[in-house]
């Protein structure tokens, strides 16, 4: 049982380039999410889905897009990144969106755009 | 505008003794509250939750309180351990129509606990 892996988990971009970053989970969950963790900001939503084909606008969905084709996957593409674009891009899901809230994390993918 | 605050960037304490991480939150629909904690170079982990209608839970050495009054919660660490040292994220949610389950964090508060 992997849980949620991330690929890849670092990656150097220049600016106008495009990119995917792949989230896989092991675990039978309806939910996942896209965060990105700068200095000093914590962790802000990006996009999310609460299900196979489905998915919405986080805090801060500009410059980003999302596709749950199957439930185990959730795909965040760069069409053209920037350099503000340089963070560390966590993937998480959970089960239910009820309960206890608890979302498990993959270990991040660091991405620096030049 | 940030809902959730953790104003201390940064805390040291000796190994053994009480570590009180805090945060503050302003949105009043928020009725669920976690702390997770993150390595470098890892994933945040989550720790310890509480809900709304509780004003305190407990886990082993770590602790949430929470004060819906003030809009505050804390985090004690009884006693402090060196492996304690991390950054610690609070998070709120609600779980209201919108059932999204997502999550809004703080900052992050760095801790350190020395030897």
């Known amino acids: 049982n992997a849980g949620v892996t991330q690929t890849p988990k670092f990656r150097v971009l220049k600016t106008g380039q495009s990119m995917t970053l792949l989230c896989a989970q092991d675990?039978?969950?309806?939910?996942m999410y896209w965060y990105r963790q700068d200095p000093g900001m914590g962790l802000r939503l990006i996009h999310y889905?609460?299900?196979?084909?489905?998915?919405a606008k986080g805090e801060v969905p500009d410059g980003y897009n999302v596709s749950r084709l199957k439930k185990q996957n959730f795909l965040l593409g760069l069409e053209s990144a920037a350099p503000s674009q340089t963070s560390v891009y966590f993937c998480?899901?959970?089960?239910?969106?009820?309960?206890?809230?608890?979302?498990?994390f993959g270990p991040g993918t660091r991405l620096l755009v030049l | 505008d940030q809902q959730v605050k953790q104003n201390s960037p940064s805390l040291s304490v000796q190994e053994g003794r009480i570590s009180i991480l805090n945060c503050d939150y302003t949105?009043?629909?928020?009725?669920?509250f976690l702390w997770y904690k993150k390595y470098p170079a890892e994933g945040p982990t989550f720790l310890i939750s509480?809900?709304?209608?509780?004003d305190k839970n407990e886990d082993g050495r770590f602790t949430v309180f929470l004060n819906k009054s003030a809009k505050h919660l804390s985090l004690h660490i009884v006693p402090s351990q060196p492996g304690d040292s991390a950054v610690y994220f609070c998070?709120?949610?609600?779980?209201?129509?919108?059932?999204?389950?997502?999550?809004?964090f703080g900052q992050g508060t760095t801790l350190q606990v020395k030897p």
């Open positions: 675990m039978n969950h309806e939910y």
């Open positions: 889905s609460v299900g196979e084909g489905t998915t």
């Open positions: 949105n009043s629909m928020f009725d669920y």
């Open positions: 998480a899901s959970r089960f239910l969106a009820g309960g206890s809230g608890t979302q498990y």
């Open positions: 998070a709120a949610t609600s779980h209201g129509s919108s059932n999204t389950g997502k999550l809004i």
């Open positions: 509480i809900s709304s209608i509780k």
